[in-house]
């Protein structure tokens, strides 16, 4: 299973929410800037985030960003299917399928996207952030990119 870039961009932004500290808010703008991201992508994925309360967004000269919640409550599976259109991993539908009634492929994916998502699901944001000092560190490089 391949996720969107979407998907992709958001666990980026947390990651980076994560690291800044919390006494300092973030801007769309350096986390476009870090990652080598277009502004506007960033702001559409900050919006969905900001309006699902992963993150707090304030506009104005003393506004940015920060996470709306703790790192440990942030749940990857929560943000995957949030971000992601579609979790359906096949569409024997669209076109329709002449073999869908007796092909036993759409149950295999569907039970693997099951255990994907079961997986995913037993890690927070708190696990992608540790040890957050090498996060910093890398997120701190210029000219680099992370994640």
Excluded: W
Excluded at 10 to 15: G, K, Y
Excluded at 54 to 63: E, F, V, W
Excluded at 73 to 90: D, F, G, H, Q, Y
Excluded at 123 to 137: F, G, H, Q, R
Aim: with cysteine; glycine share 6%.
């Amino acid at each position: 299973m391949q996720l969107t870039k979407h998907t992709d961009y958001a666990f980026r932004v947390l990651i980076y929410l994560a690291s800044v500290p919390e006494d300092r808010l973030a801007t769309v703008q350096e986390i476009a800037e870090r990652y080598g991201v277009s502004r506007s992508h960033i702001m559409k994925i900050v919006n969905k985030l900001a309006t699902a309360g992963l993150i707090q967004a304030s506009r104005g000269q003393h506004g940015g960003l920060k996470l709306g919640q703790p790192r440990e409550a942030i749940n990857l599976r929560s943000v995957i299917e949030l971000m992601e259109a579609t979790l359906t991993p096949v569409n024997c539908d669209e076109p329709v399928c002449l073999i869908r009634r007796d092909c036993t492929l759409k149950n295999i994916l569907f039970d693997a996207q099951r255990q994907f998502l079961e997986h995913v699901g037993r890690y927070t944001l708190a696990d992608l952030t540790e040890p957050a000092v090498s996060i910093t560190a890398l997120l701190g490089k210029r000219g680099g990119r992370a994640a």
